[in-house]
């Protein structure tokens, strides 16, 4: 996984001789359907490789409050699979990277970003991702006497009223920002 990580790919079967520490090809194809064969890994339609669940588990130690100080144990509580904690539907989600300021107020920041589910309906007060009469942008999903109107999240950004198109890619379930690069 080391190589995925790093590489953000499968090895090829001449890579894999290599960090198998094997002379043969016919050694990591008996793995690879092996690997296969247990769902661990998958081949796509034009027959890559590549893992079933891309999962990063970190332990979880506890709580921290976000106020007052108070002392943090450092014990084991959980495992938690950051993917499975943040996308509940991988086949209907993805990613994008939040440019403007116009979510600011809902902590959504330029560089940040946001993980976007489609097939959700959007109900009222939902951070939707849209194309607005040809436009894409990423606002407030409401309804005001049966009218949509999506409205930022920075009062520097006027509400906007779709004229003739409103095309709602899907609803945004989660964002994340990565503070040291």
């Known amino acids: 996984m080391e190589f995925f990580r790093e590489r953000r790919r499968m090895p090829t079967y001449s890579e894999m001789t290599d ?3 094997v002379r ?3 050694v990591v194809s ?3 359907e092996k690997l296969v064969a247990g769902n661990i890994l998958t081949k796509d339609a034009r027959g890559f490789l590549r893992p079933v669940r891309r999962s990063l588990s970190l332990p979880m130690v506890g709580e921290i409050r976000a106020g007052f100080p108070s ?3 450092e014990e084991l509580r959980d495992i938690l699979s950051l993917d499975e904690y943040l996308i509940t539907r991988p086949d209907s989600s993805f990613l994008l990277k939040v440019t403007g300021d116009s979510m600011i107020g809902e902590g959504i920041k330029p560089g940040d ?3 976007v589910e489609r097939g959700r309906e959007a109900r009222h007060g939902d951070v939707i991702v849209a194309e607005v009469d040809g436009e894409w942008t ?3 999903f409401t309804k005001k006497r049966g009218v949509v109107v999506l409205e930022s999240a920075n009062a ?3 509400p906007i009223k779709p004229k003739s198109e409103l095309r709602i890619a899907g609803i945004v379930t989660a964002v994340i920002r990565k503070y040291h690069r």
Do not use: H, N, R, T
């Open 138 to 140: 990423m606002k407030y």
């Open 113 to 115: 970003l946001v993980i």
């Open 24 to 26: 043969s090809k016919s």
């Open 156 to 158: 520097a950004y006027p």
């Open 30 to 32: 008996f793995w690879v």
């Open 71 to 73: 002392p943090a144990e």
């Open 19 to 21: 960090l198998l520490g």
